[in-house]
């Protein structure tokens, strides 16, 4: 699963200790260190895991989702704007699952209550890794941070 996966590397990457200088409490001029690439492996883990999430029926809110959606998880991709729109994301997704995976409202013995809770978790392990990038954010290989550069 792309997005379990994608969330254990943001952790991994914001566990990872950093190497220790000689020069202590000097700052690194080179941000290349392996916890980016982790940070960068993990958002693009979470943006593949949000593609399985497209809808390809005619109504209105699988337009809308897909069209609100990729647009969001393109900025999270390159590290644009990262966290603010990993959070309107994660607000998203959490109430078009509410709307599209009532697994609740159907008895145990359906095989479409199992469908539904598959898909309703499906969706809150996409909204738990977007949860992860709005806590720690982009990391170094990003938009934003080659902004603070400029």
Same mark, same amino acid.
């Given at each position: 699963?792309?997005? #379990?996966? &994608? &969330? ?8 990872? @200790? ?5 020069? @202590? &409490? ?11 690439? /982790?940070? =960068?492996?993990? *958002?693009? /883990?979470?943006? %593949? ?24 998880? #393109? ?17 998203? =997704? %959490? ?9 609740? *409202?159907?008895?145990?013995?359906? %095989?479409?209550?199992?469908? /539904?809770?598959y ?5 809150m392990?996409v #909204? ?23």
């Amino acid at each position: 699963n792309f997005a #379990i996966g &994608g &969330g254990l590397i943001l952790l991994l990457a914001e566990c990872k @200790a950093e190497t220790k200088s000689i020069f @202590a &409490g000097v700052p690194r001029l080179d941000s290349n260190t392996p916890q980016t690439y /982790l940070q =960068l492996a993990g *958002r693009l /883990l979470l943006v %593949f895991m949000f593609m399985t999430l497209f809808r390809f029926d005619v109504s209105f809110i699988s337009i809308v989702q897909n069209i609100f959606g990729s647009a969001l998880v #393109i900025l999270v991709g390159v590290g644009f704007k990262t966290k603010l729109s990993s959070l309107v994301l994660v607000l998203w =997704l %959490f109430c078009v699952n509410l709307y599209l995976n009532p697994f609740w *409202r159907y008895n145990a013995d359906t %095989f479409i209550q199992d469908y /539904l809770r598959y898909d309703f978790f499906q969706y809150m392990s996409v #909204i738990g890794g977007l949860l992860l990038i709005v806590a720690h954010g982009p990391g170094g290989i990003s938009v934003d941070d080659q902004k603070k550069k400029w």
